[in-house]
């Protein structure tokens, strides 16, 4: 799904990221962890193709991003990519229903049809029930639902969540991270940022950065406890004692 190969990304005479090698494969869900400043969201960005390189190669989906237009590199982005910030980037005064549907507002589609997408994606994240409440009536956690509905409004193949949850309480976040489980689930690959090391634990496959080098990758092996005996990076692999019992009640 990306393949960052011999990356480097500099602003001025600030080296943000370091000859970043990555593969993230279809269907992966990963967390990207390390210090403020390591180079995480220049990372991100530069995976979401808001950012080119300043040397190396970017592939998403199989497209050499070098080798696309502005134009073509927007379209790419527009049907392979949804972005989750910290911050929701919910417009003032706009209903969560017409915030979700403007995000198919050069779709071509009917406002009727774009409405109906967006109410099923605001249902698929549990808002059924506050289709017409504005930004300032919703809870932080809503706020990021609704920001994730417009994000997977088209289906995209790729998820990038910058701190979905930096701006949540624990409980709040606790949610957003289980739609981005659900999501996965469902096949969508992806990225998530995170500051907190619980939740970055928790995910199948952590790469680390710091000072824009990727210091650790544990490539879908998962944390060190958590592999499953079939190598499938098993989040929770059953004790031991439940194995037994199971081997048992066979026998
Ligand atoms: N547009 C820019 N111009 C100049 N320097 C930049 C720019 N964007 C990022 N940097 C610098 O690049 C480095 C990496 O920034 P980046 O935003 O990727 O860090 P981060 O890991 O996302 O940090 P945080 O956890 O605080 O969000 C930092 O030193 C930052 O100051
Ligand atoms: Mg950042």
Redesign the pocket.
């Given at each position: 799904m990306v393949e960052l190969s011999g990356v480097r990304k500099t602003?001025?005479d600030?080296t943000?990221l370091r000859d970043a090698e990555l593969v993230i494969r279809r269907g992966e869900l990963l967390a990207v962890v390390?210090?403020?400043?390591?180079?995480?969201?220049?990372?991100l960005n530069i995976m979401g193709t808001l950012d080119r390189p300043t040397a190396g190669t970017v592939r998403i989906d199989g497209h050499d991003i070098d080798h696309l237009s502005d134009r073509e590199l927007s379209a790419l982005r527009a049907g392979t990519i949804g972005f989750v910030f910290q911050q929701f980037h919910l417009a003032p005064g706009i209903p969560a229903l017409d915030s979700v549907a403007d995000g198919l507002l050069y779709s071509g589609r009917p406002r009727a049809e774009r409405r109906s997408l967006a109410e099923r994606a605001l249902r698929r994240v549990g808002l059924g029930h506050r289709l017409h409440h504005e930004p300032h009536q919703l809870s932080g956690g809503e706020k990021q639902r609704v920001a994730i509905a417009r994000a997977v409004l088209g289906d995209p193949p790729l998820l990038l969540a910058d701190?979905p949850t930096g701006a949540l309480d624990s409980r709040s976040g606790l949610v957003v991270m289980e739609l981005l489980h659900e999501l996965h689930r469902a096949g969508t690959t992806v990225v998530v940022?995170t500051?907190d090391r619980d939740i970055a634990a928790s995910l199948p496959r952590e790469v680390r950065?710091r000072d824009?080098w990727i210091e650790h990758d544990s490539d879908g092996a998962g944390p060190a406890l958590a592999a499953g005996p079939d190598g499938d990076g098993a989040l929770a692999p059953a004790p031991v004692s439940a194995a037994l019992t199971a081997g048992e009640a066979v026998r």
């Open positions: 602003y001025g600030v943000a390390g210090p403020s400043g390591s180079g995480k969201s220049t990372m701190e940022i500051h950065i824009g």
